[in-house]
């Protein structure tokens, strides 16, 4: 199946820094990105869906000026949040839908960003 | 609203076999998905069932009653390597994915 990669894998940082998150879609085009943050033992949440050339839709209760997200090309998508505190300490995760594989509406996931705020 | 139901939690022994249930209420209905999650890794597809009946790839089964809301996850010949929680999904008529808590299997020797 397709194949999706996200950077950095784990990242440690200072409460008010702002930490950058990359999603990658390796062999395909992906028009459409997804971003996840998932608490631990809770499910996925999705905070907004990442689309290429336009503005990403966020999710009600997800602050835009916190979470900023820039699809700027057909294969990658970045998540910036910016000045973060411990409580956004979560496991960040993108994923996208491959328009020209076989099964149009699945997702295909990358492998996630811990993400701790001290 | 929308509503993903699935157990919190089965146990299960190694070789036997085990019956993940999923009830749902959404608006639309494009698709029901299962996912595997191991701990402190990202999900990764299972099956995907659009139509009624049954999907039966290796070890594992898939099954969706549209009528009902309804769908199974099936796990045969059960590893220790299952042991993970395995989430299921249904994509609205908005083509979002909508998140179940998901359901943690303990497997057992």
């Known amino acids: 199946g397709a194949v999706v990669s996200q950077h950095p894998s784990w990242v440690i940082c200072k409460s008010g820094t702002s930490v950058k998150i990359e999603c990658r879609s390796l062999?395909?085009?992906?028009?459409?990105m997804f971003w996840y943050r998932q608490f631990p033992k809770q499910s996925l949440m999705l905070m907004a869906t990442?689309?290429?050339?336009?503005?990403?839709?966020?999710e009600q209760g997800v602050e835009k000026d916190k979470f900023l997200i820039n699809h700027a090309s057909l294969t990658l998508s970045t998540l910036t949040v910016t000045s973060a505190h411990p409580e956004d300490s979560s496991f960040y995760i993108c994923?996208?839908?491959?328009?020209?594989?076989?099964?149009?509406?699945?997702?295909?996931f990358g492998p996630g960003t811990r993400l701790t705020v001290l | 609203g929308q509503n993903i139901d699935q157990p919190t939690e089965m146990t299960a022994t190694e070789g036997a076999i085990v019956q993940i249930n999923c009830t749902y209420q959404?608006?639309?209905?494009?698709?029901l998905f299962w996912y595997q999650q191991h701990a402190g890794e990202a999900p990764t597809f299972l099956s995907y069932?659009?139509l009624d009946g049954l999907e039966e790839k290796g070890r594992f089964s898939s099954f969706l009653s549209r009528s009902k809301g309804y769908s199974y996850l099936l796990l045969k010949e059960l590893q220790m390597k299952d042991s993970a929680s395995y989430l299921c999904?249904?994509?609205?008529?908005?083509?979002?994915?909508?998140w179940g808590a998901g359901t943690k299997l303990i497997i057992k020797p």
């Open positions: 062999d395909f085009q992906a028009t459409t």
């Open positions: 999904a249904v994509m609205d008529s908005n083509y979002q994915l909508i």
């Open positions: 069932n659009v």
């Open positions: 990442s689309n290429e050339g336009s503005k990403a839709t966020y």
């Open positions: 959404t608006s639309g209905f494009n698709g």
């Open positions: 994923s996208a839908r491959d328009p020209g594989g076989p099964s149009y509406n699945e997702q295909f």
